[in-house]
């Protein structure tokens, strides 16, 4: 599922698939996207650039072609290879940086940027 939240410039998305169950947010007042993967208990963190992932206005309208069209060619389609690399817990500084709604999603798990 897939909400947008245009007021405080973020978007969720959770994926209830057994061992492949995650959280997203993409907050794009802060410039970042988390992604929490339940299975290897670890968020994956990622710079919003501009050049491959959607505008906020973008991602509503794109999840609603892809729900009201069996088939759908978008370039906008975003797939990301996440390679696993040093990880740490969250610091305050950690925190200021990404904002509170990834602090929600990842506090006390190991990050991944």
């Keep these: 599922t897939m909400t947008v939240h245009n007021e405080k410039n973020i978007v969720e998305v959770h994926v209830r698939s057994g061992l492949y169950s995650s959280d997203t947010i993409f907050d794009y007042s802060k410039g970042y996207i988390a992604t929490r993967l339940f299975s290897r208990k670890a968020c994956f963190i990622l710079k919003i650039d501009k050049e491959y992932i959607p505008e906020l206005e973008e ?42 709604h990834i602090e929600h999603l990842c506090k006390h798990l190991p990050l991944y940027r």
């Design 59 to 100: 991602i509503g309208r794109l999840a609603f072609e892809r729900q009201t069209m069996k088939k759908i060619y978008s370039p906008n389609n975003v797939w990301v290879q996440f390679q696993s690399g040093d990880s740490v817990f969250g610091t305050l500084k950690d925190w200021l940086l990404y904002g509170s």
